[in-house]
Nanobody, 124 residues
Framework: VQLQAFGGGLVQAGGFLRLSCAASGGTLSSCSVGWFRQAPGKAREFVAAFHRSNSNTYYADSVKVRFTISRDRAKNTMYLQMDSLKPEDTAVYYC??????????????????WGQGTQVTVSS
């Protein structure tokens, strides 16, 4: 499965962005899918995910309520709607897909396929 993420950019605090992640070479419907981010000098961290066996969504506490993960099965694409952005949301955002089980959903090790990353910069 190849993933391509896009939609990042520069936005002022309080603004919004919508990230997209298009998949090819496989279907996202059979995968757990998620978004992670990595700020300069920090470890990659979990943002949001869908588990492969149910329609439940999972979020990091820092983005809950502000971010929404979704997917379009027909387009084989997943999205991350980010509202009320804060400067601390500045990072490279990565989409991921794989066979993550519930206990590994929030960890990068649960995902075999990764997009190339898209930069999100939130100015204060």
């Amino acid at each position: 499965v190849q993933l391509q993420a896009f939609g990042g950019g520069l936005v002022q605090a309080g603004g919004f962005l919508r990230l997209s992640c298009a998949a090819s070479g496989g279907t996202l419907s059979s995968c757990s899918v998620g978004w992670f981010r990595q700020a300069p000098g920090k470890a990659r961290e979990f943002v949001a995910a869908f588990h492969r066996s149910n329609s439940n969504t999972y979020y990091a506490d820092s983005v809950k309520v502000r971010f929404t993960i979704s997917r379009d099965r027909a387009k084989n694409t997943m999205y991350l709607q980010m509202d009320s952005l804060k400067p601390e949301d500045t990072a490279v955002y990565y989409c991921a897909a794989g066979r993550a089980i519930l206990s590994s959903l929030r960890f990068a090790e649960g995902y075999a396929y990764w997009g190339q990353g898209t930069q999100v910069t939130v100015s204060s």
